[in-house]
């Protein structure tokens, strides 16, 4: 795949750390009135590794539980909460979390490919798990757990679990870096749409990598472009309220509109033009 190009060194503070929209947040204005969720930037040391640490508090008492339904990225997610610390394998489907009463996560979510290198097998073994992290790493969180949970603070959070994985991190893995490139191009680009435009870009055979993105990310290069181009209909849906779904089912490379529609359905629940309509409705 040619020579490495790992990312840039970024800050070296976790705390300076922006907040931002999660664009796989689904119906994102209501959610957003039941929990606060912010990005942090990784320090120099896990930029190669981790593409953003993230957190999340809830305070819902005296009011209804609410599911928070989330398109995901195609990463694992290594995540401390009030209840258990886990990481979360690639997840095909849409992820749910049910959040009541009050609570709070801090979590690592790492560039597509770039968990391999913690790992003793293919990161496809995760894929659609939660498992203790405990077990994963094979290191006690205990301590970490405690820490978190003796402040509200979240800069604090961050900097506890980058230490937590600064304590042994591995070398970075030139691989998994040109990997983690190459899912950002997808993601980027709704152009790309089959895998043979991958093998022209990389100079692989596609079979080659379907091997090197099952290891690495955890799913085929195909799920991948297919998961992009959802989360591009999503975000669509979410900017535009008179979407035609013919034509952004031609454009992001879908046989036609049913095509796109139960691809839709089965990954996010309801079909587009339904979960537009939701999103304008506010419910």
Request: net charge neutral; with cysteine; hydrophobic share 40%.
């Amino acid at each position: 795949m040619g020579t490495p190009s790992m990312p840039a060194a970024v800050e070296p503070s976790a705390g300076s750390a922006p907040t931002g929209t999660e664009p796989g947040i689904l119906h994102p204005t209501v959610a957003h009135q039941r929990f606060d969720y912010r990005r942090h930037r990784p320090n120099t040391r896990l930029a190669p590794f981790v593409e953003n640490f993230w957190t999340i508090t809830w305070d819902l008492r005296g009011q209804d539980p609410y599911t928070a339904l989330v398109l995901p990225y195609p990463s694992v997610n290594l995540s401390v909460t009030n209840t258990e610390a886990d990481v979360t394998g690639l997840t095909r489907t849409r992820y749910q979390r049910f959040l009541a009463g009050q609570g709070y996560v801090v979590g690592a979510r790492f560039r597509p490919g770039c968990f391999r290198p913690f790992m003793r097998g293919p990161v496809s073994s995760l894929t659609d798990t939660h498992r203790p992290i405990s077990e994963v790493l094979g290191r006690d969180t205990a301590a970490l757990e405690q820490t978190v949970a003796a402040t509200s603070d979240r800069d604090v959070w961050v900097a506890e679990l980058s230490d937590f994985l600064l304590v042994d991190p591995p070398e970075p893995d030139p691989l998994a870096g040109e990997l983690a490139e190459l899912v950002e191009r997808i993601a980027a680009r709704p152009d790309i749409i089959r895998v043979a435009q991958l093998a022209t870009l990389t100079g692989l055979s596609e079979r080659r990598l379907q091997r090197l993105f099952v290891e690495y990310v955890g799913a085929g290069p195909k799920w991948v472009i297919v998961r992009c181009r959802l989360q591009d209909a999503a975000a669509r849906a979410a900017a535009d309220s008179h979407v035609d779904w013919a034509a952004l089912a031609d454009e992001l490379g879908f046989s036609d509109q049913a095509h796109l529609t139960r691809a839709f359905s089965r990954t996010i629940g309801t079909p587009p033009a339904a979960y537009a309509a939701v999103l304008r409705s506010g419910r």
